[in-house]
């Protein structure tokens, strides 16, 4: 049988509300396009990535969720097999940036505990911000994950988002506590999963 030529698949999602950027994220990173239109998400989608990290072949399969609440449900049952969560607000919507502590709470419940996370302020590019960058760093602070500020539009800092999670989940070996189900391989974790959605 053929080997796969790549030593790793990290499987990542990007939360957050609507209109916060999520599929223009994905379609910069993946594709290095930008669209000024919003077609919101129907459920779930995702696009895979191969990068390269010290020489290792890293295949990335990005989902991309609805932000909208009528998927909810759909989207917290890919919240168990995420190595790395991508949580964006839009720093022009103080509504979105309210709204991560929502969504932090989901994956508090819903996510393996070695999950790496990220919290972004996407649409950097814009003037009229309503959230400033203290203000999202602070937020990450406190749920002591990383923080970026995004464009999608332009590309800035889109490339180092994933590169550090992948890095992330790769030094701290979290794909090892992680299966292809998102069941946790670790039997001590045995009573978190009964806490899953
Ligand atoms: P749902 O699928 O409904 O959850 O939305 P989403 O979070 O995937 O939003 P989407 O990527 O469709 O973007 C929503 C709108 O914001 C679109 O009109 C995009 O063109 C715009 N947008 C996304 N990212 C940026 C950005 O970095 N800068 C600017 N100026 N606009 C952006």
């Not at 990005?62 to 989207?75: L, M, N, P, V, Y």
Request: hydrophobic residues 35%; aromatic residues 10%; proline residues 1%.
């Amino acid at each position: 049988m053929e080997s796969p030529n790549y030593d790793y698949v990290f499987k990542l999602l990007i939360i957050g509300d609507s209109g916060v950027g999520k599929s223009c994220l994905l379609m910069r990173y993946v594709e290095n396009e930008f669209s000024e239109f919003h077609l919101a998400t129907i459920g779930i989608d995702f696009k895979v990535k191969m990068i390269e990290l010290d020489d290792q072949k890293i295949k990335l399969q990005i989902w991309d969720s609805a932000g909208q609440e009528r998927f909810k449900t759909i989207t917290k049952t890919y919240f168990r097999g995420a190595m790395g969560i991508i949580l964006a607000y839009d720093c022009t919507s103080r509504e979105s940036f309210a709204n991560v502590t929502n969504w932090a709470a989901q994956f508090e419940h819903c996510t393996n505990p070695h999950t790496v996370k990220v919290l972004i302020s996407n649409k950097n590019d814009c003037e009229n911000k309503e959230v400033s960058k203290e203000e999202g760093l602070k937020l990450a602070r406190d749920m002591d994950i990383g923080f970026f500020e995004t464009s999608a539009k332009t590309g800035e800092n889109v490339e180092d988002v994933f590169e550090h999670l992948a890095k992330e989940i790769r030094d701290k070996e979290v794909y090892k506590h992680i299966n292809e189900s998102g069941i946790n391989l670790n039997t001590s974790f045995a009573s978190q999963k009964k806490k899953c959605c």
